[in-house]
């Protein structure tokens, strides 16, 4: 596994037993460097979750990323831009008293972590995809008012669309009329 910071090593060593029953592994730790013991699926996700605790998300934060849906996604912000001066673009993201990134974490029920260049989501597939496109809009210069009526938009677009729209039921029926057809023919 990566090398984790110091800070995130002593984390780990603090919440060792419950991490280690969280996500079903042994974890061992030789200096900076995380060994896993596990199912390989067991192994994967706790990766992940110690991922999320590197970025410095706190440890409830870091284990949703057991559940399918939810991801954690890194945004270089130096990449989106062209101006040199990174802490502007960074006090675009964080905002007056912190606003701006409690705001899109409120609006978009997303954790949101920004250090050094790097912003992280942490949250919902889908939920984290329209707050990296947010994160980009802003770092781009675009209005702040304009991008959190954006996510407000989008994360109602998201609800009200529904989760299962039965498609997979109709297919399953298609295939079965199908068969029901080809046996009636044969016989």
Known sequence: MEELKDKTISRIKEKKKILERELNVQININKNRIMLEGEELDKFVAKKVLRAL???????????????????????IKNMTKRKDISTIRARVIGRNARTIKLLNDISGCYIILHDSTVSVLGQN??????????????????????????????????????DIGLKESFKNNIQEGSEKENNKKS
């Open 54 to 76: 590197d970025r410095n998300f706190k440890i409830k934060q870091a284990l949703i990323l057991k559940e399918d849906d939810c991801i954690l996604e890194d945004v270089n």
């Open 126 to 163: 889908e939920n984290v995809e329209r707050t990296v496109l947010t994160i980009k809009k802003l770092v781009q210069g675009s209005d702040h008012s304009k991008v959190y009526t954006y996510l407000e938009k989008e994360m109602k677009d998201l609800k009200k669309m529904p989760q």
